[in-house]
């Protein structure tokens, strides 16, 4: 990430080996695998089509990472609006999952929706619980950046007082 004017900036990478020209088989024998990368990260990661579509399904695909980017950035809209209520997280998992409707025209994804399961600290207040989340995707910066329709599923559980010897 570099900043221009105070812009913020967002670098990724990516190479594709192509095809070895032995084929000639066009779009259904070139390879869909290349390498990815987001610097100033230092760790590349391989990406492909989704199997439907040709790809390699031991491989992450671009539809995953566009429901994982919204995950994540939902994940770290609800930390920072739980710390300024001062609402103690324990733990926060998600089970996100993207539709990608066959008859949509064009083809999009057109649903993602988020499951956050939130475990709080004992004795923790969560009457604001959905209020803090709703807040937390209004505040976030890839939800914001999509038309897509983001459905929130979350649940809260308070963690069980210590039990003392």
Not at 32 to 47: G, N
Not at 95 to 105: F, I, K, N, Q, T
Not at 152 to 163: G, S
Request: charged share 20%; proline share 6%; hydrophobic share 40%.
């Amino acid at each position: 990430m570099g900043a221009h004017g105070g812009d913020h900036v967002y670098r990724a990478t990516l190479a594709w080996d192509g095809s070895d020209g032995s084929t000639g088989g066009g779009y259904t024998a070139y390879t869909r695998s290349h390498d990815a990368a987001v610097p100033p990260a230092t760790e590349p990661f391989a990406l492909s089509a989704d199997p439907h579509f040709r790809g390699d399904a031991t491989r992450a695909n671009p539809e995953q990472l566009l429901v994982l980017a919204a995950s994540s950035c939902q994940l770290l809209s609800f930390l920072h609006v739980a710390a300024t209520a001062r609402l103690d997280v324990l733990d926060y998992t998600d089970d996100a999952e993207g539709l990608m409707p066959a008859d949509s025209v064009p083809m999009r994804i057109t649903r993602i929706t988020l499951r956050p399961k939130v475990l709080v600290a004992a004795g923790s207040d969560v009457s604001r619980f959905d209020e803090l989340m709703h807040e937390a995707h209004e505040s976030c910066f890839i939800a914001n950046s999509l038309t897509t329709e983001i459905v929130l599923e979350p649940t809260v559980e308070i963690a069980p007082k210590e039990q003392t010897a």
